[in-house]
Structure formats: C-alpha cells, structure tokens
C-alpha cells in the first residue's frame, strides 16, 4: 500500500544549489511528489515544527539553521515510503552514512546534512499537516 512522507531540503543543500539533484534522486527512486513548497520557515514555525527537540541542547542551533535560508517542503507517495526515504537519505551523521545516500553526497555534518524525512508514518501524518493542507494532497494530481 502507498503511503505519504514529508522531505524537506534543508538550508545548505538550497546555498549549495544540489536541490534539483535531490529532487531528481527521489524521482528516480519512484517518489510521486503529491506537492511542493519553496518557503522560508519564521523562527517560529521552525520552533514549533521542531518542538520534540526543544529540551535538547542542538535545539537553538536547528531552529538557526533551519531559519538561515530557504527551504523545499514535499508530500511524497510510495510503496514503504517512510522507511525508503530513510534509507536513501543515509545516516544522520553524513560521515556515517553510505557512499549512494543523499546525506553522504550533499550533507557536511551532522546538522547540515542536506535533507529532513519523517521517521515514523505517526511523524509523517503530523508533519505533513504541518506544511500542507488535506486536500493539497489527497491524491496524486500527476497521474
């Protein structure tokens, strides 16, 4: 069964212009992009979108970083589609992560790894809701 999953690409892989790449990669890996936004998250929505985080000590730096430049926000649909993003994404540390993901390739450290994905179908639905009304994504206009 198909399911829906957030990305978002983050701030450097946007200074470093690799987006289309990225993009292209989740094509290629039979992503159906149900939505895009090209935005610039306020402190704020980074505050809240990330306040799972707020009593660790890297909050202050992600909300930073999330807020130092624009962002693409995307609902994707596929088989596994959680589980698959995670896996092409590669570690969150990009030195840890495996030589074909997309951490490995565009991402620098453990904050500036190129790209956000859902961790869980739970986080996904929430996430999703976050960025994107119900029915910008219902289905998937592409086809």
């Known amino acids: 069964m198909k399911e829906q999953t957030l990305a978002i690409i983050k701030p450097d892989s946007m200074e470093k212009r ?3 790449e990225i993009i292209q990669r989740l094509l290629d890996e039979k992503f159906n992009i149900l939505k ?4 610039k998250l306020t402190r704020e929505q980074a505050e809240k979108f990330y306040e799972i985080h707020k ?9 930073n970083f999330m807020t130092s430049g624009s962002v693409i926000v995307i609902a994707l649909e596929r088989e596994n589609a959680v589980n698959y993003l995670r896996e092409i ?6 030195g840890k992560a495996a030589p074909s993901t997309i951490r490995s390739r565009y991402g620098s450290d453990i904050q500036r790894n190129a790209i956000h994905g859902s961790d869980s179908e739970q986080n ?6 976050f960025f994107f009304a119900q029915y910008e994504i219902m289905e998937n206009i592409s086809e």
């Open 18 to 20: 690799c987006f289309g």
């Open 36 to 39: 895009m936004k090209h935005l």
């Open 55 to 63: 009593n660790k000590p890297f909050f202050r730096d992600l909300v």
């Open 89 to 94: 994404m590669g570690s969150t540390d990009p």
């Open 124 to 129: 996904a639905r929430k996430e999703l809701s």
